[in-house]
Structure formats: structure tokens, C-alpha cells
């Protein structure tokens, strides 16, 4: 094996340093799609699934029209066990529940009205309500259904 001098492996290391310098950190990408997210929530999402997130009373059961109420997005819900893709298909095509007694698609689809970008902003604003198991869970999920490219 060779041995590598100590100062070119200094060097390598401020080099990459640098680099990464110039670049802003990832956790401020972050959170200008957390604060886009949120203003997105509130004008498209906030009517049904509550200002907080905390969904539509009863959600849990079928109300007077065999449909299933918009759910909570926080950790009682179920939005953290979808992983981003297909979080990403849910608001982008819409969503119903398979066994709801109308046809209706009780999610509206936002696949025209949002932009792919505004569709990964408001998910990534979602995850600011799971708790940090939640976030580790679904990140790992995630890893097996990513984004699609265009919201990368
Ligand atoms: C007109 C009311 C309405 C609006 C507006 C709305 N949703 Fe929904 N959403 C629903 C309903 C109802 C469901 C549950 C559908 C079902 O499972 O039958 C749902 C389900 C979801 C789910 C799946 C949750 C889960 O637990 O599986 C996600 C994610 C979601 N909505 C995100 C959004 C986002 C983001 C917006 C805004 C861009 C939005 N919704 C706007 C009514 C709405």
C-alpha cells in the first residue's frame, strides 16, 4: 500500500471544505420548501384538512355519504406511513378510498394547479408535523419510493 503524505491529505480535506462551503447547507433548501410548503397548505389544503393539520372531526368513520373525511396530517394520521412518491401521487392524481360508497374523488388532484416543486414543498412541510420516529420511519420507506424526477 502507499503511503499518502499527510499534507496532501490536509490539503484534500480544506479543499472539500471549501467546496462544501460555497455551497449552502442542505438544511436551508430544506427549509425554504418548509416555507413555501406552508403558505401552499394554507391556501390548497388548510379547508379540509384543518389549519394544523388536525383533519376533519370523525375522520376515522364513513360520514352520511359513504365517504371518508379528510384525515389529520399530524402523528395520529396516516400520512407519515406513505413514502415520498407516493405521497407525491396522492396530491398530484388525487385520492379516493377504494370502498367509499360514491366515486367521487374526495381528494381533489393537484397535478395541475401545483407545480412538481410546490408538490415536494408541501410534503416536506408536512413531515414539520410527524414526530422525529415518524420522520426516520417514513425516511426510510422513501429510500424505496423516492420523488419522481421531475421533483427532484
Ligand atoms: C376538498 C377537500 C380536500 C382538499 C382541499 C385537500 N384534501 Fe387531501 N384528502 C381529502 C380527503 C377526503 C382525503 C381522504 C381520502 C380517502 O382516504 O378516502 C385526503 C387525503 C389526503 C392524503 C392521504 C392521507 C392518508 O392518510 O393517507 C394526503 C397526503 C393529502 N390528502 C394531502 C393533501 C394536500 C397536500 C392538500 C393540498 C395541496 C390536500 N390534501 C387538499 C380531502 C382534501
Known amino acids: 500500500m502507499h503511503s499518502i503524505p499527510l499534507g496532501v491529505v490536509a490539503g484534500l480535506l480544506s479543499v472539500a471544505a471549501l467546496t462544501h462551503a460555497a455551497k ?7 427549509q425554504q420548501r418548509i ?3 406552508r403558505l401552499i ?5 388548510a379547508s379540509c384538512h384543518g389549519a394544523k393539520g388536525e383533519g376533519k372531526p370523525g375522520w ?3 360520514d352520511a355519504q359513504g365517504e371518508l373525511p379528510p384525515p389529520p396530517h399530524g402523528p395520529e394520521g396516516h400520512t407519515w406511513k406513505h413514502a415520498d412518491g407516493m405521497l407525491y401521487r396522492i396530491i398530484r392524481d388525487g385520492w379516493r378510498d377504494p370502498f367509499n360508497k360514491t366515486k367521487r374523488q374526495t381528494m ?11 408538490i415536494r414543498a408541501v410534503i416536506t412541510y408536512l413531515k414539520t408535523l410527524w414526530t422525529p420516529e415518524q420522520r426516520r420511519i417514513q425516511r426510510e ?3 424505496r419510493q423516492p420523488f ?3 421533483a427532484q
Request: net charge negative.
Open 41 to 45: 397548505y394554507q391556501q390548497y389544503c
Open 148 to 150: 419522481p424526477p421531475e
Open 60 to 62: 376515522q368513520q364513513r
Open 35 to 37: 416555507g413555501a410548503g
Open 141 to 143: 420507506e422513501s429510500r
Open 108 to 118: 381533489p388532484a393537484y397535478g395541475q394547479t401545483l407545480a412538481p416543486g410546490e
Open 24 to 30: 449552502p447547507p442542505p438544511s436551508s433548501a430544506n
